[in-house]
């Protein structure tokens, strides 16, 4: 595992942006925290401090509320046409797209994540999913429904698909913009207003978007963004009486603290939580072409993905061969600072990560777990781990049952596809899965017996915003993308009068 060190040069807008403490986006104006303090946002590549942004706290979710719903209750923004809005969002698009370079930077510092995957993965997704649902702005339908009980009268019944209002939006920081935009850009497209929380640990883009926002003529108070921490903003934001529905994508914990919080007023709630997706090679799948799909399943993004193939099961007779591939291709990978253009990992997003993800290491190790590549962190400045493949595992092992959120996979043989498929499914997640096999109506079947909300044949990791995802059981709740998101962010209301 080489060690990248050449950086790109910041350009003079990134450097300035973060030289600045950012304000939060409050009814279209910029505004310090109520309480005038500020947070420090970190580099992960080195542990120094990236930049300085105010500190939301309750209060200021307050005034975002407050903003959001005078916006929906009063603005000009539900009076604006589908096509208005549709407009708006896609100049946004545009928008996002003559800056990709200083949000790839931004969110290269910010995250950690190498400057050349963000451009052609977290850019091109946040662009294409505004652009998407602005798409769907003007395609909102309801229907004419025939009624079955009223044999003697004549009735005229319809159904109007109306935006849910003032919608709270909690952020992780794995994919920050990518994260805002999947957010966003349904809630503008269906005519919601917006209190946005970033993650603690990368607010800087989601910031940098709501200068866009501004730019695209959306008017005040729709999109409201309010960085700070989850215990004190982002708590305040899912109890909050006057927000009507809570979308949070992170931790399945604080996925059940939301749920408690939004009790109070019964807001409606949409989760996208963790996973531990199996990623299942068969004996007769393209080994030639699994062996770095299993890799990027799970390297891909540092392992940050709550969809990552974070369990690989292979069948007997090509377990070895898999499992010294991956291993293979995971000792090639260059780590570094991210804005070094040969780096291909670069750090977990925080000191807290690295903990995490080394103690799973440990725990691993503790119960008979060992790795066959990479095992531990690298180097001593910034919070890199090595790409990990860990062999002698079984079920019970915490490292096969809980979310590691890290580079870090396990790999397991099996021998006959019931098996496999009961211990596929024996987990208490269902994001995604993967399937390796050449055998059409094998992948089929497997796909169809697996609990999970995306599964993946011959493939991993790929996404579209036309695509629908989200997760069964303990995933999650609703799908986010395509058009099944329209239905998270929109009420149903039925219309019916007698016309005879
Ligand atoms: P987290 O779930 O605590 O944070 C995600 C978001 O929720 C952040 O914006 C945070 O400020 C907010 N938040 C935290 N506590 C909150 C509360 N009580 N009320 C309202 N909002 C709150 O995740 P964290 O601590 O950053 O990471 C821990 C683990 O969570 C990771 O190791 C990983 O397993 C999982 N995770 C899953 C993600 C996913 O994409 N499904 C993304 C991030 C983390
Ligand atoms: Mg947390």
Same mark, same amino acid.
């Given at each position: ?12 807008h990134v450097?300035k ?13 910029w505004?310090?925290?109520a309480s005038?303090k500020?947070? /420090?946002?970190?580099n992960?590549?080195t542990g120094?401090v990236? +930049? ?16 959001a719903?005078?916006?929906f ?11 208005e809005r549709? %407009? ?5 698009a545009?928008l ?6 200083e ?10 994540? /190498?400057l050349?995957?963000a451009?052609?993965a ?10 998407y649902?602005?798409g769907?702005?003007?395609k ?8 079955v009980?009223?044999?003697?009268? #004549? ?15 909690i952020?992780p ?17 269906t005519?919601c207003c ?16 709501g ?6 003529g ?10 700070g ?10 109890a ?12 399945t ?6 749920l ?8 409606k709630v949409?989760?996208?939580l ?6 299942l090679?068969?004996?007769d ?7 770095p799909?299993?890799?990027?399943a ?13 369990r ?6 090509q377990f070895d061969?898999v499992v010294?591939?991956?291993?293979q291709?995971a000792?090639?990978? %260059?780590i ?10 670069g750090?977990?997003?925080s000191?807290e990560?690295?903990n ?6 440990e ?8 790795? +066959?590549v990479?095992g531990?962190r690298h180097?001593a400045?910034g ?14 092992m915490?490292?096969v049952r809980?979310e590691?959120?890290? /580079?870090?996979v396990?790999?397991t043989?099996f021998k006959n596809?019931?098996?496999?498929v ?8 269902g994001?995604?899965?993967g ?6 109506a094998?992948?089929?079947?497997v ?6 909300g ?6 991993y990791?790929?996404f579209?915003?036309a695509?629908?995802f989200?997760?069964y #059981?303990q995933?999650?709740?609703?799908r986010e993308?395509?058009?099944?998101v ?8 039925s219309?019916?009068?007698p016309?005879?």
């Amino acid at each position: 595992m080489a060690t990248a060190t050449q950086a790109v040069p910041l350009t003079e807008h990134v450097s300035k942006y973060v030289a600045k403490t950012r304000q939060m986006l409050i009814n279209g104006k910029w505004v310090d925290a109520a309480s005038g303090k500020t947070f /420090p946002t970190y580099n992960p590549a080195t542990g120094d401090v990236l +930049a300085n942004v105010a500190e939301g706290d309750k209060e200021d979710i307050n005034r975002a509320v407050t903003a959001a719903r005078h916006a929906f209750d009063n603005g000009p923004w539900r009076k604006l046409s589908p096509g208005e809005r549709a %407009r708006m969002i896609w100049k946004l698009a545009d928008l996002v797209e003559k800056h990709a370079e200083e949000f790839a930077q931004l969110e290269s510092l910010d995250n950690g994540k /190498p400057l050349t995957i963000a451009r052609v993965a977290d850019l091109p997704g946040t662009i294409e999913m505004f652009r998407y649902m602005a798409g769907w702005a003007t395609k909102i339908e309801g229907n004419t429904i025939p009624l079955v009980l009223q044999g003697g009268g #004549k009735f005229l019944a319809y159904t109007l698909r109306e935006p849910v209002g003032v919608v709270g939006q909690i952020i992780p920081w794995n994919f920050p913009l990518l994260m805002a935009a999947w957010k966003l850009a349904p809630a503008l497209a269906t005519g919601c207003c917006v209190v946005l929380k970033p993650a603690e640990q990368t607010p800087l883009t989601a910031l940098l978007l709501g200068e866009l926002v501004q730019e695209a003529g959306i008017p005040d108070g729709v999109v409201n963004i309010v960085p700070g921490y989850g215990e004190t903003a982002g708590a305040a934001l899912a109890a909050h009486d006057k927000v009507d529905k809570v979308a949070f994508t992170g931790s399945t914990e604080v996925g059940k603290l939301i749920l408690k919080a939004a009790a109070g007023n019964l807001k409606k709630v949409s989760l996208e939580l963790g996973g531990k997706s199996p990623n299942l090679v068969f004996n007769d799948a393209d080994i030639d072409a699994t062996i770095p799909g299993a890799a990027m399943a799970i390297f891909f993004n540092h392992g940050q993905c709550c969809c990552a193939g974070s369990r690989l099961y292979v069948e007997d007779k090509q377990f070895d061969k898999v499992v010294d591939g991956v291993s293979q291709l995971a000792s090639k990978i %260059r780590i570094g600072n991210g804005l070094d253009p040969s780096t291909d990992m670069g750090p977990l997003v925080s000191e807290e990560q690295l903990n995490r993800v080394c103690g799973y290491l440990e725990s691993g190790y503790h119960e008979g777990a060992k790795a +066959a590549v990479g095992g531990k962190r690298h180097g001593a400045k910034g919070y890199f781990v090595e790409p990990t493949v860990l062999v002698n595992t079984n079920e019970k092992m915490k490292v096969v049952r809980e979310e590691i959120f890290g /580079p870090v996979v396990t790999a397991t043989p099996f021998k006959n596809i019931d098996d496999l498929v009961a211990k596929a499914n024996d987990t208490e997640y269902g994001l995604a899965a993967g399937v390796w096999t050449k055998d059409i109506a094998k992948a089929h079947h497997v796909a169809s017996m697996l609990r999970a909300g995306s599964v993946w044949i011959n493939c991993y990791n790929v996404f579209d915003p036309a695509l629908p995802f989200g997760g069964y #059981k303990q995933s999650g709740w609703g799908r986010e993308m395509g058009h099944e998101v329209l239905e998270l962010y929109t009420e149903v209301k039925s219309v019916c009068t007698p016309i005879a």
